[in-house]
């Protein structure tokens, strides 16, 4: 099964952080990265902290659907 790729402006929730922390989101994917050397897509992404962070496609959770319509 393919993994599902994610674009700018998709809502989502990442997993657990450092020892496990939770990184409370949403967060919006704001650009899209190369891939890493072992070919995982990676996102830039902005908490609502404002703070942005990259991540790994492997650190995102779920994709949280836009009120009113269907995940991008």
Known sequence: MARKSYKV???VNLTAGFHNQVR???FEITRLMPPRD???EQYRVRGP???ERAVGHHEIE???PLPGGTPG
Do not use: A, F, L, S
Request: hydrophobic share 20%.
């Open 62 to 64: 779920e994709e949280i």
């Open 38 to 40: 072992n070919k995982e």
């Open 9 to 11: 402006g998709d809502m």
């Open 49 to 51: 902290d404002g703070m």
């Open 24 to 26: 409370p989101g949403p």
